[in-house]
């Protein structure tokens, strides 16, 4: 009888001490969130432009760590792809032409004596990089534009212009996605001031 | 550490590496053997959990045994609590793994709980507590020895199978079949060391 006691306590004992070593890694070792995701999300263009059929840049990080192809990303083009392709260690796909092709840098400009103060540009861009008001004129913080072209689309009387944004010393970078690189263009200047 | 304990420890690595290797000799662990040898960086992943698993497992076993189970003449709950003890530290591993390494716990995924299910691990572990004289650095060598011979095979066989990928089989025995066929005969190629030493 004192043995099965003995055996019972000997195992409750064990696992006691087990639980309380599992709980305490629990906390000590919690994942916030899933870090793949944001790693991906860190090579990302941050255009928020929906070419890939995701809202976003941040539900496609999620759609590319549940296995979804890397090449349809067309902002980002091929340096994203091959950035993908080096953190996920997977192969190199050339880019999907089905979600469009890859166009020099553009931004956004409002030719504002046509503008009719309709806002439906300033609700259509996911930075929100267009200022303006009802009735009032609008325009675009080239900063911040990330040259989505979402909001040529709404436009009811076709003001808005997709232009290339020359290169200058002031925006001239190397042609691959830094990894923790700025979310939009502000941001970049605000960490290299 | 003498002259002779050094040669003993040699022993028991050759031992469990080459001539009682677990999984071509005893047929253990042969879930993970097929599972996870198609590619060779899962193999190589695969078999640096179980490594860590292996050696922790079969030491925490081992004191669990000593130091619990022998003083309290409870011999016979040791099935039972080698399977609690490997439970945890898979746990353990997999948290841990988690929270350091994202991407090898993406690419581990689904097969680091199922160590817990290997039954090399609790194999070892058993087998540790059946051999005499048994000291703590013994039984972690013997861990060490048996993970270190587990990952060879997974990682040869891993690289026999990428290679078979790509070759002309015939159709009946592509896939599984030919994989069965191929570790049959390193499994024959293993009983070559048979007699090399006796442990």
Known sequence: MSMILTAVLVLLGLALIFGAILGYAAIR??????????????????????????????????????????????????????????????????????????????????????????????????????????KQMHTVITDECTGCDLCVEPCPVDCIDMLPLPTTPQNWKWDFPLPGAAVIATDAQRGAA | MGLGNMAEFALILVSTILVNNFVLVQFLGLCPFMGVSGKLETAIGMSAATTFVLTLASILSYLTFQYILVPLDLEFLRTISFILV?????????????????????????????????????????????????????????????????????ILFAGLRERIAIADVPAPFRGAAIGMITAGLMSLAFMGFTGLIRL
């Open chain 1, 29 to 134: 070792f919690k994942v916030e969130g899933d870090p793949i995701v944001d790693q991906i999300n860190d090579v990302l263009p941050q255009t928020q432009c929906g070419q890939c059929g995701h809202p976003g840049c941040k539900p496609y990080a999620e759609g590319i760590a549940n296995g979804e192809p890397i090449n349809k990303c067309p902002p980002g083009g091929e340096s994203t792809i091959q950035a993908l392709a080096d953190l996920l260690d997977v192969e190199v796909l050339p880019l999907d032409a089905e979600h469009g092709e890859e166009k020099p840098k553009m931004v956004a400009y409002i030719r504002e004596a046509e503008c009719i103060g309709c806002t439906k540009c300033i609700q259509a861009c996911p930075v929100d990089a267009i200022l303006g008001a009802a």
């Open chain 2, 86 to 154: 490997i439970a945890v530290v898979v746990q353990f591993t997999e948290m841990v793994v988690h929270k350091t390494s994202p991407l090898l716990y993406r690419v581990l995924g689904i097969f680091l709980p199922l160590i817990t299910t290997n039954c090399a691990v609790l194999g070892v572990a058993l087998l540790n507590t059946n051999r005499a004289e048994q000291t703590f650095m013994k039984s972690a060598t013997y861990g060490l020895g048996a993970a270190i011979g587990f990952s060879l095979i997974l």
